[in-house]
Nanobody, 124 residues
Framework: QVQLVESGGGLVQAGGSRRLSCITS????????MGWFLQAPGKEREFVAS????????TYVDSVKGRFTISRDNAKNTVYLQMNSLKPEDTAVYYC?????????????????WGQGTQVTVSS
């Protein structure tokens, strides 16, 4: 059974930082590109960041460039999202996802497995 479990969400003031973690099991982690997506209430799930199998290629949505950093530790089967300079508009549930296919990594439909999400709330 493939599982992706996110953690690290919570309440933070604008300008602050959080680090999200996603621990995977049941898959060969190094064979997958990993992504982070967000979903605000009443909105569709949107791409945030992705990283390829060796960590050498990362992609970010424009709104988080320079603020968020995605990384992975293949020995720990874990992907991270370091979130700095947080803004109220970053408030959302953040989801970790795994993508086995080659090509782009910025679309929801490309991903094979998803975590349960972790809430990030940024105040004033």
């Amino acid at each position: 059974q493939v599982q992706l479990v996110e953690s690290g969400g919570g309440l933070v003031q604008a300008g602050g930082s959080r680090r999200l973690s996603c621990i995977t099991s049941g898959l060969t982690f190094s064979n997958y590109a990993m992504g982070w997506f967000l979903q605000a209430p009443g909105k569709e799930r949107e791409f945030v960041a992705s990283i390829r199998w060796n960590g050498g290629v990362t992609t970010y949505v424009d709104s988080v460039k320079g603020r968020f950093t995605i990384s992975r530790d293949n020995a720990k089967n874990t992907v991270y999202l370091q979130m700095n300079s947080l803004k109220p508009e970053d408030t959302a549930v953040y989801y970790c996802a795994a993508d086995r296919t080659v090509g782009s990594t910025t679309h929801v439909y490309e991903y094979d497995y998803w975590g349960q999400g972790t809430q990030v709330t940024v105040s004033s």
